[in-house]
Protein backbone atom coordinates (compact mmCIF):
# COMPACT_ATOMS: atom_id res chain seq x y z
CA UNK A 1 0.00 0.00 0.00
CA UNK A 2 3.04 2.72 0.84
CA UNK A 3 4.53 1.91 -2.21
CA UNK A 4 1.40 2.50 -4.31
CA UNK A 5 0.90 5.79 -2.70
CA UNK A 6 4.12 6.95 -3.30
CA UNK A 7 3.42 5.85 -6.92
CA UNK A 8 0.47 7.92 -7.21
CA UNK A 9 2.17 10.96 -5.26
CA UNK A 10 5.39 10.66 -7.58
CA UNK A 11 3.01 10.62 -10.93
CA UNK A 12 1.12 13.31 -9.40
CA UNK A 13 4.12 15.46 -8.41
CA UNK A 14 5.82 15.57 -11.94
CA UNK A 15 2.65 16.79 -13.64
CA UNK A 16 2.62 19.30 -11.02
CA UNK A 17 5.94 19.99 -11.66
CA UNK A 18 5.77 20.65 -15.19
CA UNK A 19 2.65 23.41 -14.40
CA UNK A 20 4.65 24.93 -11.85
CA UNK A 21 7.24 25.92 -14.19
CA UNK A 22 4.67 27.59 -16.39
CA UNK A 23 3.24 29.37 -13.07
CA UNK A 24 3.98 33.52 -12.77
CA UNK A 25 5.93 33.21 -16.03
CA UNK A 26 4.41 36.84 -17.02
CA UNK A 27 4.73 38.18 -13.31
CA UNK A 28 1.44 38.63 -12.62
CA UNK A 29 0.92 39.04 -9.27
CA UNK A 30 -2.26 37.96 -7.15
CA UNK A 31 -4.69 39.69 -5.08
CA UNK A 32 -4.29 36.52 -2.41
CA UNK A 33 -1.52 34.76 -0.82
CA UNK A 34 -2.46 30.91 -0.21
CA UNK A 35 -1.39 28.96 2.65
CA UNK A 36 -2.83 25.10 2.82
CA UNK A 37 -3.45 23.45 6.10
CA UNK A 38 -3.90 19.43 6.75
CA UNK A 39 -5.32 18.81 10.25
CA UNK A 40 -6.90 15.45 11.63
CA UNK A 41 -10.38 16.74 11.93
CA UNK A 42 -11.87 13.53 12.53
CA UNK A 43 -10.42 10.26 13.82
CA UNK A 44 -8.20 9.19 16.36
CA UNK A 45 -6.50 12.31 16.56
CA UNK A 46 -9.06 14.96 16.01
CA UNK A 47 -8.34 16.25 19.37
CA UNK A 48 -5.51 17.97 17.93
CA UNK A 49 -6.92 18.76 14.34
CA UNK A 50 -9.60 20.86 15.44
CA UNK A 51 -7.82 23.25 17.66
CA UNK A 52 -5.64 23.73 14.86
CA UNK A 53 -7.86 24.36 12.38
CA UNK A 54 -9.55 26.78 14.96
CA UNK A 55 -6.67 28.75 15.50
CA UNK A 56 -6.37 29.09 11.74
CA UNK A 57 -9.35 30.40 11.26
CA UNK A 58 -9.55 33.02 14.05
CA UNK A 59 -5.61 34.27 12.60
CA UNK A 60 -7.20 34.27 9.42
CA UNK A 61 -9.81 36.96 10.27
CA UNK A 62 -7.57 38.91 12.55
CA UNK A 63 -5.32 38.78 9.59
CA UNK A 64 -6.88 40.16 6.71
CA UNK A 65 -9.07 42.76 9.59
CA UNK A 66 -6.06 44.26 10.14
CA UNK A 67 -4.94 44.66 6.25
CA UNK A 68 -3.56 41.09 5.26
CA UNK A 69 0.12 40.54 4.19
CA UNK A 70 1.39 43.46 2.39
CA UNK A 71 -1.99 44.44 1.38
CA UNK A 72 -3.25 41.29 -0.04
CA UNK A 73 -5.84 38.97 1.48
CA UNK A 74 -4.47 35.62 3.50
CA UNK A 75 -6.30 32.55 2.35
CA UNK A 76 -5.69 29.11 4.27
CA UNK A 77 -7.47 26.17 2.22
CA UNK A 78 -7.93 23.76 5.12
CA UNK A 79 -8.63 20.15 4.03
CA UNK A 80 -8.93 16.89 6.63
CA UNK A 81 -7.29 14.51 6.81
CA UNK A 82 -9.20 11.92 9.20
CA UNK A 83 -5.98 11.27 11.06
CA UNK A 84 -5.19 8.65 7.87
CA UNK A 85 -1.65 9.12 6.33
CA UNK A 86 -2.88 8.04 3.12
CA UNK A 87 -5.97 10.73 2.94
CA UNK A 88 -3.32 13.03 4.10
CA UNK A 89 -1.08 12.69 1.16
CA UNK A 90 -3.80 13.41 -1.09
CA UNK A 91 -4.74 16.12 0.11
CA UNK A 92 -1.20 17.05 0.44
CA UNK A 93 -0.99 16.70 -2.94
CA UNK A 94 -4.31 18.81 -3.78
CA UNK A 95 -2.85 21.64 -2.38
CA UNK A 96 0.55 21.58 -4.15
CA UNK A 97 -1.11 20.90 -7.78
CA UNK A 98 -4.55 22.20 -7.84
CA UNK A 99 -5.02 24.76 -5.20
CA UNK A 100 -1.19 26.01 -5.95
CA UNK A 101 -0.52 27.13 -2.40
CA UNK A 102 2.70 28.61 -1.25
CA UNK A 103 3.74 26.81 1.84
CA UNK A 104 1.77 23.94 4.09
CA UNK A 105 1.23 23.73 7.85
CA UNK A 106 0.45 20.44 9.38
CA UNK A 107 -0.30 17.73 9.42
CA UNK A 108 -1.68 17.01 12.71
CA UNK A 109 0.02 14.06 13.87
CA UNK A 110 3.78 12.39 13.24
CA UNK A 111 2.42 9.59 11.16
CA UNK A 112 0.79 11.52 8.62
CA UNK A 113 3.33 14.01 8.87
CA UNK A 114 6.17 11.39 8.37
CA UNK A 115 4.53 9.92 5.26
CA UNK A 116 4.19 12.89 3.19
CA UNK A 117 8.15 13.84 4.05
CA UNK A 118 8.99 13.08 0.43
CA UNK A 119 6.24 14.75 -1.55
CA UNK A 120 6.48 17.89 0.45
CA UNK A 121 10.64 17.63 -0.98
CA UNK A 122 10.19 16.31 -4.01
CA UNK A 123 7.29 19.48 -4.70
CA UNK A 124 10.19 21.61 -3.30
CA UNK A 125 7.12 23.56 -1.04
CA UNK A 126 8.20 24.11 2.26
CA UNK A 127 6.33 22.76 5.34
CA UNK A 128 5.75 23.18 8.90
CA UNK A 129 4.49 19.91 10.74
CA UNK A 130 2.46 20.71 14.26
CA UNK A 131 3.73 16.92 15.57
CA UNK A 132 6.31 15.97 17.82
CA UNK A 133 8.61 12.87 15.89
CA UNK A 134 12.25 14.26 16.00
CA UNK A 135 12.71 12.76 12.43
CA UNK A 136 10.00 15.23 10.64
CA UNK A 137 13.44 17.12 10.88
CA UNK A 138 15.80 15.69 11.16
CA UNK A 139 18.67 14.58 9.60
CA UNK A 140 18.10 18.60 8.51
CA UNK A 141 20.22 17.76 5.30
CA UNK A 142 17.46 15.65 4.23
CA UNK A 143 14.85 17.62 5.60
CA UNK A 144 15.63 21.15 3.42
CA UNK A 145 11.89 22.15 2.89
CA UNK A 146 10.39 20.83 6.34
CA UNK A 147 10.28 22.85 9.63
CA UNK A 148 7.73 22.12 12.69
CA UNK A 149 6.75 23.72 15.88
CA UNK A 150 5.76 21.43 18.79
CA UNK A 151 8.67 20.67 21.11
CA UNK A 152 9.88 16.89 20.35
CA UNK A 153 9.60 13.76 21.84
CA UNK A 154 13.09 13.46 22.71
CA UNK A 155 12.79 16.56 24.62
CA UNK A 156 9.79 15.58 26.20
CA UNK A 157 11.49 12.47 27.85
CA UNK A 158 14.39 14.52 28.64
CA UNK A 159 11.80 16.94 31.26
CA UNK A 160 10.04 13.38 31.83
CA UNK A 161 13.39 12.15 33.17
CA UNK A 162 15.30 14.75 35.09
CA UNK A 163 12.31 15.10 37.38
CA UNK A 164 11.86 11.33 37.92
CA UNK A 165 15.47 11.41 38.65
CA UNK A 166 15.22 14.48 41.14
CA UNK A 167 12.72 12.50 43.00
CA UNK A 168 14.57 9.55 43.54
CA UNK A 169 13.21 7.47 41.33
CA UNK A 170 14.60 4.39 40.00
CA UNK A 171 12.86 2.03 38.56
CA UNK A 172 9.98 2.47 36.03
CA UNK A 173 7.71 0.96 33.67
CA UNK A 174 6.82 2.01 30.27
CA UNK A 175 3.39 1.56 28.30
CA UNK A 176 3.60 3.29 25.17
CA UNK A 177 1.15 3.73 21.79
CA UNK A 178 2.29 1.54 18.38
CA UNK A 179 1.88 5.06 16.09
CA UNK A 180 4.11 6.96 15.00
CA UNK A 181 4.03 9.43 18.59
CA UNK A 182 4.03 6.75 20.52
CA UNK A 183 6.67 4.32 18.84
CA UNK A 184 9.24 7.66 18.89
CA UNK A 185 8.81 8.48 22.47
CA UNK A 186 9.61 4.56 23.08
CA UNK A 187 12.84 4.99 21.25
CA UNK A 188 14.05 8.22 23.17
CA UNK A 189 12.59 6.63 26.76
CA UNK A 190 14.67 3.17 26.30
CA UNK A 191 17.89 4.78 24.45
CA UNK A 192 18.14 7.99 27.35
CA UNK A 193 17.00 5.78 30.94
CA UNK A 194 20.13 5.00 31.65
CA UNK A 195 22.12 8.33 31.46
CA UNK A 196 19.34 9.28 34.73
CA UNK A 197 19.51 6.55 36.47
CA UNK A 198 16.69 4.48 35.67
CA UNK A 199 16.13 0.90 34.82
CA UNK A 200 13.01 0.22 32.68
CA UNK A 201 11.52 -2.92 34.17
CA UNK A 202 8.83 -3.42 31.81
CA UNK A 203 8.15 -2.48 28.43
CA UNK A 204 4.38 -2.77 27.22
CA UNK A 205 2.73 -1.56 24.12
CA UNK A 206 -0.89 -0.94 22.49
CA UNK A 207 -2.17 -0.29 19.64
CA UNK A 208 -4.69 3.21 19.54
CA UNK A 209 -7.72 0.89 18.52
CA UNK A 210 -7.60 -0.57 22.30
CA UNK A 211 -10.49 -0.31 24.62
CA UNK A 212 -8.37 -2.23 27.72
CA UNK A 213 -5.31 -1.57 29.36
CA UNK A 214 -5.49 -4.29 32.19
CA UNK A 215 -3.45 -6.84 31.01
CA UNK A 216 -0.47 -4.81 30.06
CA UNK A 217 -1.22 -3.05 33.53
CA UNK A 218 -1.27 -6.15 35.28
CA UNK A 219 2.11 -7.50 33.98
CA UNK A 220 3.54 -4.01 35.07
CA UNK A 221 2.05 -3.96 38.57
CA UNK A 222 3.75 -7.89 39.33
CA UNK A 223 7.23 -5.35 39.12
CA UNK A 224 8.92 -3.35 41.06
CA UNK A 225 7.74 -0.76 38.90
CA UNK A 226 8.31 2.69 41.57
CA UNK A 227 6.23 4.44 38.12
CA UNK A 228 4.81 3.99 34.92
CA UNK A 229 5.13 6.45 31.93
CA UNK A 230 2.76 6.19 29.41
CA UNK A 231 2.88 7.77 25.68
CA UNK A 232 0.39 8.48 24.17
CA UNK A 233 -2.44 11.01 23.31
CA UNK A 234 -5.10 12.27 25.72
CA UNK A 235 -8.16 9.07 24.79
CA UNK A 236 -5.39 6.32 25.09
CA UNK A 237 -3.53 7.29 28.22
CA UNK A 238 -6.90 8.31 29.97
CA UNK A 239 -7.58 4.72 29.78
CA UNK A 240 -4.20 4.00 30.97
CA UNK A 241 -5.03 6.43 33.77
CA UNK A 242 -8.49 4.44 34.35
CA UNK A 243 -7.20 0.94 34.21
CA UNK A 244 -4.33 1.75 36.87
CA UNK A 245 -7.69 3.37 39.15
CA UNK A 246 -9.15 0.27 38.89
CA UNK A 247 -6.39 -2.38 39.18
CA UNK A 248 -5.46 0.42 42.61
CA UNK A 249 -2.12 0.67 41.12
CA UNK A 250 -0.61 2.99 43.90
CA UNK A 251 2.48 4.88 41.97
CA UNK A 252 2.83 7.85 39.85
CA UNK A 253 1.23 7.91 36.28
CA UNK A 254 3.56 10.13 34.12
CA UNK A 255 2.30 10.97 30.69
CA UNK A 256 4.07 12.72 27.42
CA UNK A 257 2.67 16.12 26.07
CA UNK A 258 0.09 14.40 24.31
CA UNK A 259 -2.15 15.09 26.60
CA UNK A 260 -1.95 18.41 27.34
CA UNK A 261 -5.45 19.60 26.97
CA UNK A 262 -8.81 18.97 28.91
CA UNK A 263 -10.02 16.02 27.40
CA UNK A 264 -7.69 14.23 29.24
CA UNK A 265 -9.28 14.97 32.19
CA UNK A 266 -12.61 15.02 31.08
CA UNK A 267 -12.16 11.54 29.92
CA UNK A 268 -9.92 10.15 33.03
CA UNK A 269 -12.13 11.95 35.68
CA UNK A 270 -11.31 11.54 38.80
CA UNK A 271 -7.81 8.89 37.54
CA UNK A 272 -6.17 11.82 36.19
CA UNK A 273 -5.47 13.79 39.60
CA UNK A 274 -1.94 12.95 40.20
CA UNK A 275 -0.86 12.76 37.04
CA UNK A 276 2.23 14.28 35.67
CA UNK A 277 3.37 15.06 32.17
CA UNK A 278 5.72 17.68 30.68
CA UNK A 279 3.86 20.48 28.52
CA UNK A 280 3.93 24.11 26.90
CA UNK A 281 3.97 26.81 29.14
CA UNK A 282 0.19 27.92 27.71
CA UNK A 283 -1.52 25.73 30.31
CA UNK A 284 -0.15 27.45 33.23
CA UNK A 285 0.50 30.95 31.95
CA UNK A 286 -1.16 32.21 35.37
CA UNK A 287 2.64 31.40 36.79
CA UNK A 288 4.94 32.55 34.62
CA UNK A 289 6.93 35.38 35.38
CA UNK A 290 5.60 38.79 33.72
CA UNK A 291 9.19 39.08 31.93
CA UNK A 292 9.22 35.95 30.36
CA UNK A 293 9.77 36.31 26.78
CA UNK A 294 6.20 34.21 25.57
CA UNK A 295 3.97 36.05 28.67
CA UNK A 296 2.50 38.35 26.03
CA UNK A 297 2.01 35.82 22.97
CA UNK A 298 0.56 32.89 25.58
CA UNK A 299 -1.66 35.97 27.07
CA UNK A 300 -3.50 37.53 23.74
CA UNK A 301 -3.70 34.01 22.30
CA UNK A 302 -5.57 32.80 25.06
CA UNK A 303 -7.88 35.54 25.60
CA UNK A 304 -8.48 35.92 22.09
CA UNK A 305 -9.09 31.94 21.23
CA UNK A 306 -11.41 31.52 24.12
CA UNK A 307 -13.19 34.70 23.88
CA UNK A 308 -14.02 32.67 20.17
CA UNK A 309 -14.34 29.07 21.13
CA UNK A 310 -15.16 29.21 25.06
CA UNK A 311 -13.42 29.33 28.76
CA UNK A 312 -11.42 26.68 29.28
CA UNK A 313 -11.02 25.57 25.65
CA UNK A 314 -7.46 26.30 24.95
CA UNK A 315 -4.65 24.05 24.32
CA UNK A 316 -0.95 23.77 23.10
CA UNK A 317 -2.51 21.86 19.96
CA UNK A 318 -4.23 25.37 18.70
CA UNK A 319 -0.99 27.02 20.15
CA UNK A 320 1.32 24.57 17.24
CA UNK A 321 -0.89 25.98 14.34
CA UNK A 322 -0.24 29.41 16.10
CA UNK A 323 3.37 29.29 15.65
CA UNK A 324 3.34 27.32 12.69
CA UNK A 325 1.07 30.09 10.52
CA UNK A 326 2.45 32.72 12.44
CA UNK A 327 6.10 32.36 11.14
CA UNK A 328 4.88 31.72 7.78
CA UNK A 329 2.92 34.55 7.88
CA UNK A 330 6.27 36.44 8.70
CA UNK A 331 7.97 34.92 5.63
CA UNK A 332 5.37 35.82 3.20
CA UNK A 333 5.69 39.60 4.84
CA UNK A 334 9.56 39.50 3.74
CA UNK A 335 8.85 38.16 0.37
CA UNK A 336 9.60 39.83 -2.62
CA UNK A 337 7.04 40.98 -5.34
CA UNK A 338 6.39 39.70 -8.75
CA UNK A 339 7.73 35.97 -8.03
CA UNK A 340 6.79 32.53 -9.93
CA UNK A 341 5.25 30.00 -7.87
CA UNK A 342 8.41 28.10 -7.45
CA UNK A 343 10.20 31.22 -6.34
CA UNK A 344 7.63 32.22 -3.74
CA UNK A 345 7.66 28.79 -1.83
CA UNK A 346 11.39 28.96 -2.08
CA UNK A 347 11.30 32.74 -0.54
CA UNK A 348 8.81 31.46 1.95
CA UNK A 349 11.38 28.51 2.64
CA UNK A 350 14.11 30.63 2.93
CA UNK A 351 12.52 33.36 5.62
CA UNK A 352 11.71 30.32 7.48
CA UNK A 353 15.17 29.36 7.89
CA UNK A 354 16.86 32.62 7.83
CA UNK A 355 14.61 35.21 9.59
CA UNK A 356 12.87 33.10 12.82
CA UNK A 357 15.21 34.34 15.59
CA UNK A 358 14.22 34.47 18.92
CA UNK A 359 11.26 34.60 17.81
CA UNK A 360 8.48 33.83 21.16
CA UNK A 361 5.68 31.96 20.04
CA UNK A 362 3.28 29.89 22.32
CA UNK A 363 5.60 26.88 22.12
CA UNK A 364 8.85 28.09 22.82
CA UNK A 365 11.32 30.83 22.01
CA UNK A 366 12.36 29.63 17.70
CA UNK A 367 15.64 30.71 16.02
CA UNK A 368 15.59 28.74 12.56
CA UNK A 369 18.85 28.29 11.14
CA UNK A 370 19.80 25.74 8.13
CA UNK A 371 21.25 23.30 10.59
CA UNK A 372 17.93 23.51 12.85
CA UNK A 373 14.27 23.46 11.64
CA UNK A 374 12.43 23.75 14.84
CA UNK A 375 15.40 26.05 16.91
CA UNK A 376 13.49 25.80 20.18
CA UNK A 377 15.17 27.28 23.02
CA UNK A 378 15.75 25.54 26.66
CA UNK A 379 13.01 25.67 29.16
CA UNK A 380 9.91 25.42 26.41
CA UNK A 381 8.43 22.82 28.28
CA UNK A 382 6.88 23.10 32.32
CA UNK A 383 6.16 19.66 34.25
CA UNK A 384 2.50 19.80 35.33
CA UNK A 385 0.31 17.75 37.39
CA UNK A 386 -3.19 17.38 37.38
CA UNK A 387 -4.39 18.73 40.85
CA UNK A 388 -8.39 18.25 41.26
CA UNK A 389 -9.02 18.70 37.81
CA UNK A 390 -6.82 21.60 37.50
CA UNK A 391 -3.22 21.94 35.53
CA UNK A 392 -0.46 23.03 38.66
CA UNK A 393 3.66 24.07 37.59
CA UNK A 394 5.69 21.65 39.56
CA UNK A 395 8.35 24.21 39.75
Not at 77 to 91: D, G, L, P, Q, R
Not at 104 to 120: C, K, M, Q, R, Y
Not at 184 to 213: E, H
Not at 242 to 258: A, F
Request: charged share 20%.
Amino acid sequence: MQNYIKYLVALTLVVALIAVGCIGCGGEEEETYKVGAVFALTGPASHLGVPEKQTVEMMVDQINDAGGINGRTLEVIVYNTETSAEKCATMVNRLIVQDKVLAIIGPSTSGESLAILDTVTTAKIPLVSCAANIGIVQPVEERYWIFKTPQTDKEAVTEIYIYLEDQGFTNIAIITDTSGFGAAGRVFLIADAADYGLTIVDDQTFTSADTSMQSQLTHIKGTDAEAVICWATDKESAIVALDMQTLHMDIPLVCSHGIANMNFIEQAGTAANGVIFPAGKLLIIGDIPADDPQKEVLTNYKADFEALYGEGTVNTFGGHAYDALSIVVSALEGMEEGLSLAEARAAVRDGLENDVKNWPGTGGVFTMSPTDHLGMAPGSLAMIEIVDGEWTWLK
